[in-house]
T-cell receptor
Framework: DQQVKQNSPSLSVQEGRISILNCDYT??????FLWYKKYPAEGPTFLIS?????DKNEDGRFTVFLNKSAKHLSLHIVPSQPGDSAVYFC??????????FGAGTRLTVKP | DGGITQSPKYLFRKEGQNVTLSCEQN?????MYWYRQDPGQGLRLIYY???????QKGDIAEGYSVSREKKESFPLTVTSAQKNPTAFYLC????????????FGNGTRLTVT
C-alpha cells in the first residue's frame, strides 16, 4: 500500500518555463514533506521541505506548496534549467521520521 | 569530508547465498535507514534505526536483517529468504529530529543469479 504517490512518471518542459511536479499522500499522520532530486547511479539529494503547519515554502527557484485538506503537495521550479533534469522524489514522514517515498517523476528540461 | 559510504558499488551473488551490504557514516547521525529501489516503485523502506542497538522493520523487511552495534555502521544482510534480491540498495542517515532530511550514500547494485 503506497502511502505517497507520484502519478506522473515523467514530465518534459522547455528551458525557462515552469516545471510543476505533483504528489499525493494517504496517511494523515504525515507532518513533514520533502522533495529529493536523484541522478542515475547516485543517492537522492535533499532539495526542499515543508512542515504541515505551513502551506508554502520557497528556496530560490524552488517552491513547495502543501494542501492538507486535499493531501496534495507540489514542487514548482521556475525558471527550469537543463541542469534540473533528474528524477524527483516526494517523501513524507511522521513521528518516527521513518520516511516514505513516492515512485518518482523524471523531469526533462529541453534547451 | 563527511558523508555516507556504501560498498561495494556493484555486487554479484549466486542464488541461495547470504550477502551483507556495508554502510558507514561519519556525520555523527543517530538515525540510519535502508531503502531498496526498483524500477517504477521508488524507494521502499527496509529497516531503520534511531539509536545504537535498536532498529525497526520498514515496509519490506522480510528476507533482510540488520545490526546497529556502532553509531557509524548499519550493515544490511540480504538472506536467501529474500525472493527478489536483485535491486539497487540505498543507505541513508539523519539527525534524530522530526522532518530532518536524509543524507544518502551512492548505493549498491546487487545482482543475484
Amino acid at each position: 500500500d503506497q502511502q505517497v504517490k507520484q502519478n506522473s512518471p515523467s514530465l518534459s518542459v522547455q528551458e525557462g518555463r515552469i516545471s510543476i511536479l505533483n504528489c499525493d499522500y494517504t496517511n494523515s499522520m504525515f507532518d513533514y514533506f520533502l522533495w529529493y532530486k536523484k541522478y542515475p547511479a547516485e543517492g537522492p539529494t535533499f532539495l526542499i521541505s515543508i512542515s504541515s503547519i505551513k502551506d508554502k515554502n520557497e528556496d530560490g527557484r524552488f517552491t513547495v506548496f502543501l494542501n492538507k485538506s486535499a493531501k496534495h503537495l507540489s514542487l514548482h521550479i521556475v525558471p527550469s534549467q537543463p541542469g534540473d533534469s533528474a528524477v524527483y522524489f516526494c517523501a513524507a514522514s511522521a513521528k518516527n521520521n521513518d520516511m516514505r517515498f513516492g515512485a518518482g517523476t523524471r523531469l526533462t528540461v529541453k534547451p | 569530508d563527511g558523508g555516507i559510504t556504501q560498498s561495494p558499488k556493484y555486487l554479484f551473488r549466486k542464488e541461495g547465498q547470504n550477502v551483507t551490504l556495508s554502510c558507514e557514516q561519519n556525520l555523527n547521525h543517530d538515525a540510519m535507514y535502508w531503502y531498496r529501489q526498483d524500477p517504477g516503485q521508488g524507494l521502499r523502506l527496509i529497516y531503520y534505526s534511531q539509536i545504537v542497538n535498536d532498529f525497526q522493520k520498514g515496509d519490506i523487511a522480510e528476507g533482510y536483517s540488520v545490526s546497529r552495534e556502532k553509531k557509524e555502521s548499519f550493515p544490511l544482510t540480504v538472506t536467501s529468504a529474500q525472493k527478489n534480491p536483485t535491486a539497487f540498495y540505498l543507505c541513508a542517515s539523519s539527525i534524530n529530529e522530526r522532518g530532518s532530511p536524509l543524507h544518502f550514500g551512492n548505493g549498491t547494485r546487487l545482482t543475484v543469479t
